[in-house]
C-alpha cells in the first residue's frame, strides 16, 4: 500500500526553469512533510520540510506548497540549475514521541539542461 | 563532528547467506532507523532503535533483525537471504524520537543477492 504518491517519475528542465515534483498523501495523520534530495551513490539529505499548519514555506530558491484539504503538497524549485539534477523525495511522518519512520514517494528524477 | 557512516560500502552474497550491515550514527544521536531502498524506489522503513531498543518496525519478516549498541551505533542482520533483498540499505540517525527532528541518512551499503 503506497501512502505517498509522487509524480512526474522524471522530469527535464532547462536551465533556469521551474521544476514542480508534486505528492499526495492518504493518511491524515501524518503532520510532518520533508522534501529529500539523493545524489548518485549518496543517501538522501534533507532539503526542506513543512507542518501542515502552514500553506507555504520557502527556502532559498525552494518552496514547498501544502494543500491539507486536498491532502496534496508540492515542491518547487525556481531558477532552476544543473547543480540541481538529482533524485527528489517527498516522505511524511507522524506523531511526536511515536517512531518517527518516514514513509517515501517513489522518487522524481530531475535533469536540468543547459 | 562526523557524519552517519555504514559500512560496508558493497556487498555481494548468495541466497541463503546471511549478513550483517553496520551504522556509525553522527554524534550526539540516540536514534538509528533503517530502510530499504529498491533498484528505483524510495526508501522502505524497516525498523528503527532508540536507546539501544526497538521502536517501531516497518512492513518487513522476522529474518531482518536489528542491534543498537550502548555508542548507539547499530547492526542490520538478514538471514537467509533472497533476491528480493538486493537493495541500497540506508541507516538514518536522529536525536530523539519527535516527528520532525531530522534525520542525517549515511551513504548506505549496496547489497547484491546472487
Known amino acids: 500500500q503506497q501512502q505517498v504518491k509522487q509524480s512526474p517519475q522524471s522530469l527535464i528542465v532547462q536551465k533556469g526553469g521551474i521544476s514542480i515534483i508534486n505528492c499526495a498523501y492518504e493518511n491524515t495523520a501524518f503532520d510532518y512533510f520533508p522534501w529529500y534530495q539523493q545524489f548518485p551513490g549518496k543517501g538522501p539529505a534533507l532539503l526542506i520540510a513543512i507542518r501542515p499548519d502552514v500553506s507555504e514555506k520557502k527556502e532559498g530558491r525552494f518552496t514547498i506548497s501544502f494543500n491539507k484539504s486536498a491532502k496534496q503538497f508540492s515542491l518547487h524549485i525556481m531558477d532552476s540549475q544543473p547543480g540541481d539534477s538529482a533524485t527528489y523525495f517527498c516522505?511524511?511522518?507522524?506523531?511526536?514521541?511515536?517512531?518517527?519512520?518516514?514513509?517515501f514517494g517513489t522518487g522524481t528524477r530531475l535533469q536540468v539542461t543547459l | 563532528e562526523t557524519g552517519v557512516t555504514q559500512s560496508p560500502t558493497h556487498l555481494i552474497k548468495t541466497r541463503g547467506q546471511q549478513v550483517t550491515l553496520r551504522c556509525s550514527s553522527q554524534?550526539?544521536?540516540?536514534?538509528v532507523s533503517w530502510y530499504q531502498q529498491a533498484l528505483g524506489q524510495g526508501p522502505q522503513f524497516i525498523f528503527q532503535?532508540?536507546?539501544?531498543?526497538?521502536?517501531g518496525r516497518g512492513n518487513f519478516p522476522p529474518r531482518f533483525s536489528g542491534l543498537q549498541f550502548p555508542n548507539y551505533s547499530s547492526e542490520l542482520n538478514v538471514n537467509a537471504l533472497e533476491l528480493d533483498d538486493s537493495a541500497l540499505y540506508l541507516c538514518?540517525?536522529?536525536?530523539?524520537?519527535?516527528?520532525?527532528?531530522?534525520?542525517?541518512f549515511g551513504p548506505g551499503t549496496r547489497l547484491t543477492v546472487l
Open positions: 538514518a540517525s536522529s536525536q530523539g524520537l519527535a516527528a520532525n527532528n531530522e534525520q542525517f
Open positions: 516522505a511524511a511522518s507522524k506523531g511526536a514521541g511515536t517512531a518517527s519512520k518516514l514513509t
Open positions: 554524534s550526539g544521536h540516540n536514534t
Open positions: 532503535y532508540y536507546r539501544e531498543e526497538e521502536n
